[in-house]
């Protein structure tokens, strides 16, 4: 495993996100769970499932500055919609980095009067100015999870990172068809020193 990047697959996912669940259900009963978009809703997903809860809501924090900018301040995009007033609320995100994205979302379900709210993460940077009261791994790794393989292959052929590129396509490529898909989709592959992404 690469010390700067963590492949994360749907078996390993589904370990850490049991995990979590049970962690969760040993000190916390939610009523409702709130995830952060994008991949904080396939987590609460996974959850709502484990936990056996079927009230699930997501929001959308996003940090604006300018035009392609990432900006210091989150805005919330996606508003929650479900109604959360005097209800145990647990707040799903995939990776606390810095953490602003859980403070923002739990302040935003306090201010709609939730009776609690908690939150939980599959992975906590160590440097998130947030500790989630839940998480399954601490990691300085940049987590790729199965959701976003696209999305990892395009930004790091845009920066020209063959390594980044190269130590993720080791992964799919025993996938079989996926690693096909992708490589058509994409006109990626190991080892190739272009790409047309």
Not at 17 to 31: D, E, F, G, K, N
Not at 81 to 92: F, P, Q
Not at 96 to 119: F, H, I, N, P, Y
Not at 123 to 146: C, G, H, M, Q
Request: aromatic residues 8%.
């Amino acid at each position: 495993m690469s010390s700067k990047f963590n492949y994360v697959g749907w078996e390993t996912l589904h370990s850490l996100v049991a995990r979590l669940a049970l962690s969760i259900s040993r000190s916390y009963l939610p009523q409702v769970l709130v995830g952060a978009l994008r991949g904080g809703y396939v987590v609460a997903r996974m959850l709502s499932d484990f936990l056996g809860i079927d009230e699930l809501a997501v929001i959308g924090v996003k940090f604006y500055k300018g035009v392609g900018e990432r900006g210091e301040k989150p805005v919330i995009t996606v508003p929650v919609v479900h109604d959360v007033k005097d209800k145990a609320v647990l707040v799903v995100d995939d990776v606390a980095d810095t953490g602003r994205t859980l403070e923002t979302a739990v302040a935003d379900l306090r201010l709609r009067g939730a009776r609690s709210v908690k939150t939980a993460v599959v992975f906590l940077k160590p440097r998130s100015i947030v500790i989630p009261d839940f998480y399954a791994e601490i990691t300085d790794s940049w987590v790729i999870f199965p959701w976003e393989i696209c999305d990892f292959l395009r930004e790091m052929t845009r920066k020209g990172d063959l390594n980044a590129v190269n130590y993720l396509m080791s992964y799919i490529q025993k996938s079989g068809e996926i690693a096909n898909a992708i490589q058509q989709i994409l006109g990626v592959s190991k080892g190739e020193d272009s790409t047309r992404v």
